[in-house]
């Protein structure tokens, strides 16, 4: 079956630290792969998404490719800051309506 | 308002009790999910309605559960005699995608506790 596996938190970092999140994934057919953000004590929002091989999404100066060969999905920012701190969830859907998440990573910012 | 509206945000619970969960999706979204997140978890698919009517009902746990969507707008999740392992955080989505391949629109969760 279908699924999504995210490096396990949580991930504490410096402000203007790299980050990257892992993210693979396991599917049947041709899956478009999302990352969705829960910061505190808000709903999950998506921060970028990429629907086919190759495809880059990015968002906020965050960044993914879709790596078809590898099966992943890596979230990357060059420079966190204290306002990134939150829960990161990686998800796909393939062709149907039901999504997919991680088990989601939760980030802290340092100042 | 402009997001989905999920009430109660919190409800504390006996053994045995029902409960009731209600989503406000966005309006004009014919798409409406309900996910189930327990914690250190991501969100566990629950049912799909397309319009009023469930498409999808194969991630309910057991018949204790059950949700409506009678005018294809509000939604209401249904919890019969609940039990521990019911304790979690109930999501709703809406999305307007007619394919449903793009973006999901989560109110803040509805937190059930079952003492």
């Known amino acids: 079956g279908n699924s999504v596996t995210q490096m396990e938190g949580p991930v504490t970092l410096s402000e203007e630290a790299f980050l990257t999140i892992n993210c693979t994934y396991t599917a049947t057919g041709y899956p478009s792969l999302f990352w969705y953000v829960q910061y505190p004590g808000e709903g999950l929002q998506l921060l970028l998404k990429a629907t086919k091989a190759d495809d880059k999404g990015s968002n906020k100066g965050f960044e993914a490719t879709y790596r078809k060969e590898t099966t992943s999905f890596h979230l990357e920012k060059g420079s966190v800051q204290v306002s990134d701190s939150a829960v990161y969830f990686c998800?796909?859907?393939?062709?149907?309506?039901?999504?997919?998440f991680g088990t989601g990573t939760r980030l802290k910012v340092l100042a | 308002g402009a997001g989905v509206s999920q009430t109660p945000s919190n409800k504390v619970t006996e053994k045995g009790k029902y409960v009731e969960l209600r989503c406000d999706p966005i309006?004009?979204?014919?798409?409406l999910y309900w996910y189930r997140q327990s914690l250190g978890q991501g969100p566990e698919f629950l049912i799909y309605f397309q319009g009023t009517g469930a498409a999808d009902d194969s991630g309910l746990p057991n018949d204790r559960f059950f949700a409506v969507r009678p005018e294809g707008s509000v939604s209401t999740l249904k919890i019969q005699r609940t039990e521990r392992g019911d304790s979690a955080v109930y999501l709703c989505?809406?999305?307007?995608?007619?394919?449903?391949?793009?973006?999901?629109?989560f109110g803040e969760g509805s937190r059930l506790t079952v003492l």
């Open positions: 309006s004009g979204h014919t798409a």
């Open positions: 989505a809406s999305s307007s995608d007619s394919k449903n391949t793009g973006e999901l629109f």
């Open positions: 998800a796909l859907i393939t062709g149907t309506y039901k999504y997919i």
